[in-house]
């Protein structure tokens, strides 16, 4: 996690991209400007020496051409005072291969050639002085702009700061974030952190009501065992029917925790999305999930493997029901008998039909989850489940209601 706050990032990051910019700015400026100057030296210069051969001064020195020019620069266009002092007037009989940057030859009418030199002084001095203030200049406009970027920042960020501040304090009341109004985004994240905060609250309230209606269901058979455990202390029934009573009082209170967790998770899985689920998937599910008690039981299950359809529904939520109600199938089913299951993919069904045997030893956690608690389910999973006994068989049907995805329909 970075230490550094947003705002500081944000800054950084615009700081050196601002200062890339003014420095790329100040040289493109600097060098234009030096060039600027440099022409302007060699136009004076050129002026210089047409003048010199135009008026055939080129028997004076250097001393008294700079004075001539001195003198001259009042009543010519062209002024050569800010250069004067830095130019040099030389003359050769023939032309030199190598001159010096700033210089200008040009060819006199006594077949000689005089030479124009200057120095850089000048120029220096005015980039110089360009460089200072345009530093100056460039380092105000900075200031002022980070300082803008500054304070518009600390106004953005304000109501993320305030968001933290309310997630960070818990205690405080639930009027206080309305206070840290802001952007789109930050609104945004302002209703999910309610949105969050209120599904947090809703879960604590639900665990709070699983213990109430766990205390609830618990208390008459637990009532009902204290009564006995003083009949049995007051020689009131015999040990072996105690023993027979109290079992099944054990078994009553477990039915109900199991029935209760079980009913807890599916109301959980109901909040979820909703998705599409394939029905001939999730009985072939069951029979992979229950393969070591079919094997021990000997029981064979035939399906109607072409016809399937699918149903947008809670997957999970679905897939706890179905297996509870193939538990409960498997475990009274006729050992070495056969499980037909039939799916109507025209009217959204599911038929089980399997031969009732004794209830098997093993017991496992939904094969106690009673009929009346899956039918109660069916209205918030919208399906319709139906049960009834012909002939020693027993009928299972379960008829899906929920939207039927079109595309996955056979």
């Avoid at 600097?30 to 047409?50: P, V």
């Avoid at 925790?257 to 394939?278: C, G, M, N, P």
């Avoid at 399906?303 to 193939?326: L, R």
């Avoid at 299951?341 to 956690?365: A, M, P, R, Y």
Wanted: charged content about 20%; hydrophobic content about 40%; glycine content about 2%.
């Amino acid at each position: 996690m970075s230490k550094y706050s947003i705002k500081t990032v944000i800054l950084f990051y615009i700081s050196i991209s601002a200062f890339i910019l003014i420095f790329s700015l100040g040289v493109f400026v600097i060098f234009n400007h030096t060039k600027s100057l440099e022409r302007d030296l060699m136009n004076k210069m050129t002026i210089m020496s047409e003048d010199i051969a135009a008026h055939r001064l080129y028997a004076k020195s250097s001393k008294e051409l700079k004075t001539f020019f001195i003198l001259k620069s009042n009543n010519h266009k062209e002024s050569f005072h800010r250069y004067i002092n830095n130019i040099s007037f030389r003359y050769v009989e023939s032309m030199e291969k190598k001159i010096e940057p700033l210089s200008v030859i040009k060819l006199l009418p006594n077949k000689n050639y005089i030479i124009v030199t200057s120095s850089s002084t000048y120029i220096d001095k005015e980039v110089n002085k360009l460089l200072v203030q345009l530093v100056l200049v460039l380092l105000l406009i900075f200031g002022m702009i980070m300082l803008g970027l500054n304070l518009l920042l600390t106004k953005l960020l304000s109501p993320l700061k305030c968001l933290v501040n309310y997630c960070n304090n818990s205690p405080l009341k639930s009027g206080v974030i309305n206070k840290c109004e802001g952007s789109y985004e930050v609104n945004t994240l302002k209703q999910a952190i309610l949105k969050l905060q209120g599904t947090n609250q809703k879960l604590c309230q639900e665990k709070q009501d699983i213990f109430k209606e766990a205390a609830h269901e618990m208390k008459s058979p637990i009532a009902i065992l204290k009564a006995r455990l003083a009949l049995f202390s007051n020689d009131s029934i015999s040990k072996q029917e105690f023993v027979k009573d109290t079992a099944g009082d054990i078994s009553s209170i477990s039915n109900k925790v199991r029935e209760l967790i079980f009913l807890k998770a599916i109301e959980w899985d109901i909040k979820q999305a909703k998705e599409s689920v394939q029905i001939q998937s999730q009985c072939s599910l069951m029979q992979q999930l229950f393969r070591p008690i079919l094997e021990k039981k000997n029981l064979q299950m035939i399906s109607n493997n072409e016809e399937d359809f699918n149903v947008y529904i809670h997957k999970e939520s679905i897939a706890s029901v179905m297996q509870a109600v193939f538990e409960n199938i498997f475990m009274h089913t006729k050992d070495g008998s056969i499980i037909r299951t039939d799916i109507d993919s025209k009217n959204h069904q599911i038929s089980i039909v399997n031969e009732i045997g004794n209830s098997s030893n093993d017991v496992l956690f939904s094969s106690q989850i009673g009929t009346q608690l899956i039918k109660r389910l069916s209205v918030e999973l919208e399906y319709e489940y139906l049960t009834y006994e012909e002939n020693g068989f027993f009928h299972t049907t379960i008829i899906f209601k929920g939207e039927i995805p079109l595309s996955y329909s056979k």
